[in-house]
Antibody, heavy 122, light 108 residues
Framework: QVQLVESGGGLVKPGGSLRLSCEAS????????MNWIRQAPGRGLEWLSY????????HYADSVKGRFTISRDNAKKSLYLQMNSLRADDSAVYYC???????????????WGKGATVTVSS | EIVLTQSPGTLSVSPGERATLSCRAS???????LAWYQQKPGQAPRLLIY???SRATGIPDRFSGSGSGTDFTLTITRLEPEDFAVYYC??????????FGQGTKLEI
């Protein structure tokens, strides 16, 4: 079935780095734009980043621009988020999500992973 | 940047009743860019509505979306116990990127 599975979360010290992965299955990964979204404990959803099918175009929220890098490997059906200079307020559950906009004229995220937890603490 | 404001913050209703959730944008939003999600505790969000009024695959017809411009509504009729959750609206902006409302908690 259509599925996204995140991995790579964990505990990291402030200023440290972490790389999240998101493996896709059940659909043609290379046909879809992809997103990263996070949710801090007890808070709402915050969109972080977006990447087009080839990886040629990426966009970031201001809160992570210059610190986080999104990338993808279509051969491995995988999406990545490299997170550097991590701060305590980056602690959250990080979700990857499939974007519907390339194949339709609508903007939404229709398939979500279960999330990976990142905790930034000394 | 367009800000989405959802109201109420918490809505208390009973099973079998109707719930009306509001999402107001600080500037006009294309209906094509407006979606609604449901999130239950410990779970990922689930897409309910896209294009302001189109139900996603597998979503029951008791969920409906409406609105245009700056005012959008998610209506849930005949509330079932499994509908009690947090609901988020989302828009795609010209920045570009997505923004979400702060959420409405639907409780019994």
């Amino acid at each position: 079935q259509v599925q996204l599975v995140e991995s790579g979360g964990g505990l990291v010290k402030p200023g440290g780095s972490l790389r999240l992965s998101c493996e896709a299955s059940g659909f043609t990964f290379s046909d879809y734009y992809m997103n990263w979204i996070r949710q801090a404990p007890g808070r709402g959803l915050e969109w972080l980043s977006y990447i087009t099918t080839s990886g040629g175009t990426v966009h970031y929220a201001d809160s992570v621009k210059g610190r986080f890098t999104i990338s993808r490997d279509n051969a491995k059906k995988s999406l990545y988020l490299q997170m550097n200079s991590l701060r305590a307020d980056d602690s959250a559950v990080y979700y990857c999500a499939r974007d519907g906009s390339r194949t339709t004229s609508y903007y939404y995220m229709d398939v979500w992973g279960k999330g990976a937890t990142v905790t930034v603490s000394s | 940047e367009i800000v989405l404001t959802q109201s109420p913050g918490t809505l208390s209703v009973s099973p079998g009743e109707r719930a009306t959730l509001s999402c107001r944008a600080s500037q006009s939003v294309s209906s094509s860019y407006l979606a609604w999600y449901q999130q239950k505790p410990g779970q990922a969000p689930r897409l309910l509505i896209y294009g302001a009024s189109s139900r996603a695959t597998g979503i029951p017809d008791r969920f409906s979306g409406s609105g245009s411009g700056t005012d959008f509504t998610l209506t849930i009729t005949r509330l079932e116990p499994e509908d009690f959750a947090v609901y988020y609206c989302q828009q795609y902006g010209s920045s570009p990127g997505y923004t979400f409302g702060q959420g409405t908690k639907l409780e019994i």
